[in-house]
């Protein structure tokens, strides 16, 4: 059994980034990629297992780029993300859908991969040393710690922004305790001189630049899967037919939990700043970003 596990999200079709696997795109100087990054910080914060959660179309890719390095300093896994893993019973009513079903099944694919407490990350989003660490902690410092008491690392709206077009983000509502009250998944957010605004078809509503948000790094503990199997088989029996694209989302049902008083969140705050490729344009940026950090000796020239 692993001390925590690392859980990378790294199945997303990239139809944003212009139709290229964006998660392979290297940043780094010596073509390290943006994963690399976040596992390396993983495990220096004492993460020792990284469970890879991808496609199987890219998964000869995968192992190639990624893979054989990651191999040298933790105990990998692979999971499949399929659009027809879900419970039997539905599999004929969704047999011609093509789409996955969102970042809450992604999790689920691992039950049988992880049996520690766990860290779900982004591949495609650099969330800096402090995250890893302060996550790590609350993970592994209470051995006690239930199937419903989960962390979040929030960020600042501010800091997650792309300069190149619309994300999406939990907006986070967090009590004076530090615990999560509310999350909300919105789409469309885009960047402005004044801050950041939601664009929809009945109008712009500004949103408060310094609140806080959820990056998809949650922690959670291995009995989370029963409620997240259990959640997704409720998902699909109130889903209509005719829903091609609807999906199962960790904001969504954190959010829900949270609602019904199934769990309690922990907020966990990093000061370090967060950056993404979420289009083709964000990956200059980034690089650049990294390069400085290379400078500046967070990280060595060269990782692996």
Known sequence: MSRAALVVMAAG????FGGGI??????????????EYSIYDAVEAGFDKVVFVIRRDIEADFREAVGKKIEQIADVAYVYQEVEDIPSVHRERFAGRTKPW???????????????????????????????????SYLTRNSE?????????GFILKNTLSENGAVTRGLCQAGPDGMLEKVVETRNIEKTEGGAVVRSEDGDRTLDADCLVSMNMWGMQPGFFSILESGFLEFLDKLEDGEPKAEYLLPTIIGGLLEEGRVTVKVLQSSDQWFGVTYKEDKESVAASVRKLVEDGVYPEKLF
């Open 22 to 35: 964006k998660q392979l795109e290297p940043v780094g100087p010596n073509r390290e990629i943006i994963m």
């Open 13 to 16: 079709l990239g139809s944003r």
């Open 145 to 153: 710690h239930s199937e419903r008491e989960l962390c979040m690392v």
């Open 102 to 136: 969102g970042t809450g099944q992604a999790i689920l694919c691992c039950r049988d991969a992880v049996d520690s407490p766990f860290l779900v990350i982004n591949a495609d989003d650099f969330y800096g040393k402090q995250a890893y660490k302060e996550a790590y």
